[in-house]
Structure formats: structure tokens, C-alpha cells
């Protein structure tokens, strides 16, 4: 058997070896970090595909037969179709275990243990590996057998009550925060253990959770409201504030034009000069957390009759800390998000896609691949050859149904 080089990539991260079982968002989103810092992600994925390969947000919405689901957050991996059940998988798993670094999976907890591929099970095979699980609530405890999905984890961590006041209901924040937050945190912790393993530490066994995920968020809030130890009705506040635990003017106000600005922790004398208004004015030295409301109240009246062009100017003389409330149309325009490239156009088959670029700089430059396994299984031959399988065996597996390679 001849053993095939794995292909080198750049990157701080240039060497590290992952095997993922990760579908959905959660678990990709740690593997897209760590593959745009350089890391080799080979994906396991049944015949037919990972979930998120046939579904999306906006009625399945696809480019070029892909679905935009899958292209968020599949960038640098690469596929390997098995049957996780059929016994012949396993060599290949093992041999899989035996050449990398990290092990990544987010099955609800126990999936992979019933499996045999556990954690103690990866160890056997290889005792310095890094074992990282995500879930939705942890490996244990009351809630560890529910689903774990985006909107429930906002909804119990207190986010979704902490976004909305009174007047408007309990308001869900508009993407899959805690998803994405939970992929950083568990990319985060594989760093972490991986370093440790380089230094001659041995394996970790690495944890996170949607739930905690969703807590770690809110640190500042929480942590402020149990300080403060003001009792629920603190959250009641005029609607024009965006949070409970700032003072005013802190929100979003809409203006004569149709749009709607973002004000943050101002000078009171400094936004009555800017906007020339006594009912500002008359403001000043009041305490704009115990008269939040009013003064929240007032300055949405006085910003109903300017227009954006007629703010910006004195805004910008005053050193007012404000911006403008784009919609996803504008960001795209935005000067600053195209001089950072924070936005992105890859090749997605025949078409093209819009993705978020990784958010992080090295020596000013970012190593993120644009490709990604357009097909399940799409480099099943090529990994296989790589772990020392020839061509018979290769064959042989895709034969019994062990394997699965797009033909």
C-alpha cells in the first residue's frame, strides 16, 4: 500500500489534523475556524449528505443544486462518505483516528459512544488525541437528551427576554447567534488543548454547549443584574432603548427619512448641540439611567423630524457615537465592510456565493480556502489513498457499501 500526502495549506493552524463528525451549524462553524486558520478538516458524512446539505433558511434556498446552509459553514473541508454502521468503516475510521489531531463531533450526546466511536474509544486508538463535543444542553444532566437548536437556547439562556421590553414581547435576536458563538467557543477550546498537546500534555477531552454558549453572551448582562440586584422589573423600559442595563440614550430611533439610527453612550450637552434642540438641552444633568424613559422619549421625538444627512454632519463635529441602521442590502456597501473584505464572493458550481469572511487577520492577510465539497463523499478516493488504501481496497469498500464516492 502506497501512502498519499494529505494537501498542505497555510495558516497559524498549518499541520493540524481534524476528523469531524459535525453536522447542522454549531459543529461545522468550529471546523470552518479552524480550516480557515489552516487546519485539514476531513468530514464524515453519510451517502446521501450531512444535514445541512438539504436544508436552508428561505424555502431551501440553493446555488447551483448546493444549499446556502451548507456553504455557510463547510468552507476547507473535506468529504468522506462512510456508513458509520457497516463494519467495514471502522479500519477506516481508525486509521482516520490514528492520523489526526483533533476528533470534533456534535451528535446529541451518546450518538457516537453507541457507535463505538466515543471517547474513550478514540483514546484507545489514540492516546494524545483531542476529543471535542458540542451539544445542546452538555454530555449530562436534566436536559441532555433535548433538542438543542438555536431559537430554544435564546429563549431559555434569557436573551430572548432580555432583547425585548414589554411593548414589543420578547424579541429573538434576527440570526443563529448562539450556533455560531458555540462553534467559536469549541474552536476556541480545541486550540487551547491542542496547544497543550503540542507541549507534551497528552489528549483532552474538550466540551461545550449551545446553552452555555448562549449564557457566555450575555456575561456583562448577567453579571450587571445580579449585581445590581434590582429584580425583574428592571428589563421594563421605553422601546427605544436597546438594553435594560444602559443608560440613555442607548437604542435605535427612526428619523424623517425612513431610516433609523443607532445612538450609544453620548453627552447629553453634546447631542443637544449637535441637534440644536432646548428639549435636549433641558436634559442635561439629569441622570440618564433613573430617567432613561424620558429622556430615550425625548430625543426619539426630536430625531422624528431630521433626516440622516441632516444628523451626520454635526454628529461628526461633535464626536457623537452613532451609525446608521443598515439592512443587509447597504452592509454590503459599506465602505468599511468592503476595504476589511468582511464580505466575500466565492465560486459555488456555476454560480457565485456571498459568505462572511473569517473575522480574524494574521500578519494582515487571512488563509481561507473558497472551495468546499460541492458533492458528499467528494473526496472519499483521495482520503482513503491517502491513509494507505489501494486502489483494490478503496474499490472493495465503495462495493460493499461501506464507502460512498460520487461516481
Known sequence: MTQS?????????????????????????????????????????????????HWAGADRVKIDGVSAFYITANRGSRSVALDLKHEGSRKVIEALVRRSHVVVENFRAGVLDRLGYGYAAMKAIKPDIVYASASGFGADGPYKDRPGQDLLIQAMSGLVHATGVPQRAPTPVGCAIADQHGGALLALGIVGAYSRMLAGGGGTKVETSLLAAGIDLQGEALTTYFAAGRGPTVFDREPHLGTWFHSAPYGIYKLACGQHVALSMNDPAK???????????????VNTYEERDRFAQTMAEVLATKTFAEIEGPFDQEAIWYARVNDYESLRRNPQVVHA???????????????????????????????????????????????????GEVDELLGRGAAHAPA
Not at 459543529?27 to 446539505?53: H, N, W
Not at 447631542?271 to 444633568?285: F, M, P, T, W
Not at 494574521?362 to 473526496?379: L, N
Open 341 to 391: 473584505e468582511l464580505l466575500r464572493e466565492i465560486p459555488a458550481g456555476k454560480g457565485k456565493a456571498v459568505v462572511v469572511s473569517h473575522p480574524v487577520r494574521y500578519d494582515g492577510k487571512s488563509t481561507a480556502s473558497a472551495t468546499f465539497a460541492t458533492k458528499p463523499g467528494q473526496h472519499t478516493k483521495e482520503v482513503l489513498a491517502e491513509i494507505g488504501l489501494s486502489a
Open 5 to 53: 500526502e494529505a494537501p498542505k495549506r497555510g495558516g497559524v493552524l498549518a499541520g493540524m489534523k481534524v476528523l469531524s463528525f459535525c453536522h447542522y451549524l454549531q459543529g461545522p462553524a468550529c471546523t470552518q475556524y479552524l480550516s480557515d486558520m489552516g487546519a485539514d478538516i476531513v468530514k464524515i458524512e453519510p451517502k446521501d449528505g450531512a444535514f445541512e446539505r
Open 271 to 285: 447631542l443637544a448641540k449637535a441637534l440644536n434642540s432646548d428639549k435636549v438641552g433641558a436634559l442635561v444633568g
